[in-house]
């Protein structure tokens, strides 16, 4: 009874093990995809800051969707239209535009930050629940 025991919490330790290893997966992909939008992000700010300066009577293509674009000029590149969430957009100067993407850069780098440190705080625990089963190895044996 007592082999049964050891075998049952081998067994929950192994189990532990693997939902940890899939949440540290899982967050790894959460900060690849925070990564990207903080890229994403980035790119809008300096194209923004371009713009600006140098934007106005620019011709561009403007993207339509589905790999679809139009030419276009620009006239008046401190006006931004932006989107605040819900579908609702709001007219903004750029300023303001690459103020809110700084807000929202700065929300996803703390965001970015505690799931480093969830993933860190997993990965400790997976390394102290292997050194316990590392430890229950010799014993299952004799």
Same mark, same amino acid.
């Given at each position: 009874?007592?082999?049964?025991?050891?075998?049952?919490?081998?067994?929950?330790?192994?189990?532990?093990?693997?939902?940890?290893?899939?949440?540290?997966?899982?967050?790894?992909?959460?900060?690849?995809?925070?990564?990207?939008?903080?890229?994403?992000?980035?790119?809008?700010?300096?194209?923004?800051?371009?713009?600006?300066?140098? &934007?106005? &009577?620019?011709?561009?293509?403007?993207?339509?969707?589905?790999?679809?674009?139009? /030419?276009?000029?620009?006239?008046?590149?401190?006006?931004?239209?932006?989107?605040?969430?819900?579908?609702?957009?709001?007219?903004?100067?750029?300023?303001?535009?690459?103020?809110?993407?700084?807000? /929202?850069?700065?929300?996803?780098?703390?965001?970015?930050?505690?799931?480093?440190?969830?993933?860190?705080?997993?990965? /400790?625990?997976?390394?102290?629940?292997?050194?316990?089963?590392?430890?229950?190895?010799?014993?299952? /044996?004799?």
């Amino acid at each position: 009874m007592a082999e049964e025991k050891k075998t049952r919490t081998l067994e929950q330790i192994q189990d532990e093990i693997r939902s940890y290893l899939g949440e540290i997966e899982y967050l790894r992909s959460q900060v690849g995809v925070i990564d990207a939008t903080i890229t994403d992000l980035r790119t809008v700010d300096a194209t923004l800051a371009y713009l600006k300066e140098k &934007g106005k &009577g620019k011709e561009i293509y403007i993207p339509l969707g589905s790999g679809v674009a139009i /030419r276009g000029k620009i006239e008046n590149p401190d006006d931004v239209i932006m989107d605040v969430g819900a579908g609702i957009l709001v007219g903004a100067t750029v300023d303001e535009a690459r103020e809110n993407i700084e807000k /929202r850069i700065k929300a996803l780098m703390d965001l970015r930050l505690a799931l480093l440190r969830k993933i860190e705080e997993d990965t /400790r625990k997976v390394n102290e629940l292997l050194k316990e089963l590392q430890e229950m190895q010799p014993e299952k /044996r004799e």
